[in-house]
Structure formats: C-alpha cells, structure tokens
T-cell receptor, first 112, second 113 residues
Framework: DQQVKQNSPSLSVQEGRISILNCDYT??????FLWYKKYPAEGPTFLIS?????DKNEDGRFTVFLNKSAKHLSLHIVPSQPGDSAVYFC???????????FGTGTRLQVFP | SAVISQKPSRDICQRGTSLTIQCQVD?????MFWYRQQPGQSLTLIAT?????????ESGFVIDKFPISRPNLTFSTLTVSNMSPEDSSIYLC??????????FGSGTRLTVV
C-alpha cells in the first residue's frame, strides 16, 4: 500500500523553464510534507516543507503547493538550472509520529 | 544542521555473511533513523534507534536480521545479518535536521552476491 505516490518516474525540462514535480497521498492523517533532493552517491538533502495549515510555501526558486482536498502537493522550481538535475522525493508524516513515508522519487533532468 | 558521517560507502558481500554500517553524527541527537532504498523503490524506514533503549522496528523488519546499536547520542550501527541478494540496497541513516527536515548520511550501497 503506497501511501505517497510520485507517478512520474522522470521529467526533462529545459534550463530556465519551470519544473513541476507532483506527489499524491492517500492518508488523511498526514499533516506535514517535505521534499528532498538526492544526487547519486549522496544521501537525500532536505529542500522545503509545508504543513497542512498552509497551501503554499516558498523558498527562493522552490515553491511547494498543497491541495488538501485533492491530497496532492507539487514542487515548482523556477527557473530550472542544470544543477537541479537529481532525484526528488516527496515525504509525508502525520498523527503522533515523526515517521516519514517517502514516495518513489522523480528523476529531474534539466538540459541546456 | 547536523552532519553525518556514514561508512562504508559501498560494499560487495557474499551471501550468508553480515555487514555492519556505522553512522557518526557531529552533535548529540535523541533519535536516529535507519532507512533502506531497494532498487526502484522509495526510502523505507527500517527502525528508529534511541540511545539507551532497544530500537523500534517497522513492520517487516526484525531485530535478528537488522540488529541496531546506539551506544551514545552521536553514534549508531546497523548490521545486515545473514545476507541474501534481496538485501542489496542503499542503506541510510538519518537524524532530525531541524526546520522540520531530516539530515541523511551519504548512504551505503550494498551488493550481495
């Protein structure tokens, strides 16, 4: 039972354009959502988070949108840069636990 | 945020043997987490390690297969015991990095042959 789903295994975007990575979840108890970036041979790096009391959180080029009714969140990267090429994981937690449930990841490639 | 040193970074092991993975944190942390990422899969939590108590294992993971030590607030080990090819994965440790995010080690890529 995959509670956090990233249905696009890969995404290719031209440099300077917007990258939109999507994530869906099924557990209505989730109240905190995070995005991580992972380069090969490195551990995931925390990017940005959002709690369920908000519908948008912005940090520089990265913006996360949360649609609670649709149980959907997305990460926007504007403008995309070649250094953004990595695997992006969304994760969720909720209830009385700190446990993170991860999606399967989306591989983003930003080409010149 | 905390910095984690994880080793080994990779290993190739014979089936039936065991491998111990170490994580050293540059600050004291209450909880450390161990994850596994099988090929093409998401990161899956194996167990949560608290200093001074037994680790708490997630469904599908047992202490006999993945014994964990947590001797102090800056160090933990995960052992993958009696390995089979199905244990070939990336193993990562993690701590609460603040700002709501978690900091991960660089991972151990294990191949069992």
């Amino acid at each position: 039972d995959q509670q956090v789903k990233q249905n696009s295994p890969s995404l290719s975007v031209q440099e300077g354009r917007i990258s939109i990575l999507n994530c869906d979840y099924t557990n209505s108890m989730f109240d905190y959502f995070l995005w991580y970036k992972k380069y090969p041979a490195e551990g995931p790096t925390f990017l940005i988070s959002i709690s369920s009391i908000k519908d948008k959180n912005e940090d520089g080029r990265f913006t996360v949108f949360l649609n609670k009714s649709a149980k959907h969140l997305s990460l926007h990267i504007v403008p995309s840069q070649p250094g953004d090429s990595a695997v992006y994981f969304c994760a969720a937690s909720g209830g009385n636990t700190d446990k993170l449930i991860f999606g399967t990841g989306t591989r983003l490639q930003v080409f010149p | 945020s905390a910095v984690i040193s994880q080793k080994p970074s990779r290993d190739i092991c014979q089936r039936g043997t065991s491998l111990t993975i170490q994580c050293q944190v540059d600050s004291q942390v209450t909880m450390m987490f161990w994850y596994r990422q099988q090929p093409g899969q998401s990161l899956t939590l194996i167990a949560t390690a608290n200093q001074g108590s037994e680790a708490t294992y997630e469904s599908g993971f047992v202490i006999d297969k993945f014994p964990i030590s947590r001797p102090n607030l800056t160090f933990s080990t995960l052992t993958v015991s009696n390995m089979s090819p199905e244990d070939s994965s990336i193993y990562l440790c993690s701590v609460d990095g603040g700002r709501g995010g978690y900091t991960f080690g660089s991972g151990t890529r294990l191949t069992v042959v």
